[in-house]
């Protein structure tokens, strides 16, 4: 990897967040690039306003876009303080618009998009959702979307083990050969899990993606298989495996598994908000 792109959207607690990317970055020598978003476009939208109502609504989207531009800044002036700190390579901005246009077009410079599963960018959610614009760039951007828990919530390493989902699907491959091409697995223990009908099907897969990474500089690449039936909650299977293997980062596919298939719609949205550690996810 050689370029970072590090969204920043004000959330308090960015402080790991921000330790984070610059961590990873480190780990990689790659250039880091801080983008904090107010998101203007939300704040101002069009809505309904009763009669006599506009005086108000202008008050009020100036009370909120002067809030998110307040939190932005902090976050932002928190980056270069960190950044400044270290040998790296590294710029700053702040933009005004809608989070996943500007970062799909800051992207196109960058490797991958590092941001806190729940960067709101000043909208509102569903307790059970994802937020909107971490949503929308999985789905839509082709680049790898790393997605870390709340800030602050745990230490994040890159340095440990890894948990790698594959079984084989286009999207699973994607997220295998980018964490692969990326450097993400050299140096470290990566844990391939398959789920496929029978045992001997799953180890097999498994076993040809651990062959792969052995070639990209993976010292111990084990594979793991598992049956692709039935369970309480795939979700919870995948982060029972990780914990199990003491994995610090969870690699895989989005939207378009086979055996891991029940596991991206609604459970999607489950595991990134129950992890505990950073998900490496391409679609």
């Known amino acids: 990897m050689r370029s970072l792109l590090l969204a920043l959207d004000g959330t308090p607690g960015s402080t790991g967040l921000i330790e984070a990317a610059l ?3 480190g780990r990689h020598g790659a250039h880091i690039q801080a983008t904090g978003i107010v998101n ?3 704040i101002k939208r069009p809505q309904a306003v ?3 109502g506009m005086i108000f609504k202008q008050k009020l989207e100036l009370r909120e876009l002067t ?5 932005v800044a902090a976050s932002v002036q928190a980056f270069e303080l960190a950044a400044q700190q270290t040998d790296l390579s590294w710029g700053v901005c702040t933009l005004n618009g809608d989070p996943t246009e500007i970062l799909r077009d800051a992207a196109t410079e960058h490797d991958a998009i590092i941001l806190s599963h729940d960067a709101c960018f000043a909208m509102e959610r569903n307790a059970e959702d994802l937020a909107p614009c971490v949503e929308n760039l999985i789905k839509l951007e082709p680049r790898p979307v790393i997605v870390l828990p709340s800030g602050g919530e745990t230490f994040v390493s890159w340095e440990g083990p890894a948990l790698l989902a594959f079984d084989g699907s286009a999207s ?6 980018f964490f692969a091409a990326l450097g993400f697995c050299a140096g470290r223990t990566v844990h391939v899990v398959t789920a496929a009908p029978t045992l001997g099907q799953a180890e097999t897969i498994a076993s040809a993606a651990c062959r792969l990474l052995s070639r990209y500089d993976c010292p111990d690449a084990r594979a793991i298989g598992t049956l692709a039936e039935g369970a309480a909650s795939t979700s919870a299977r995948i ?3 990780a914990k199990a293997v003491g994995a610090t980062t969870l690699a895989m596919g989005a939207y378009g598994h086979q055996g891991f298939k029940t596991l991206f719609g609604s459970c999607t949205r489950r595991l990134i908000q129950d992890s505990r550690i950073p998900i490496f996810l391409v679609h």
Do not use: K, T, V
């Not at 809030?67 to 939190?71: I, K, L, M």
């Not at 699973?172 to 050969?177: E, F, G, M, T, V």
């Open 40 to 42: 203007s476009d939300w």
């Open 50 to 52: 009763p009669a006599g």
């Open 239 to 241: 982060l029972d495996i």
């Open 23 to 25: 961590g990873l970055a």
């Open 67 to 71: 809030a998110a531009e307040n939190a």
């Open 172 to 177: 699973s491959s994607r997220a295998l050969h």
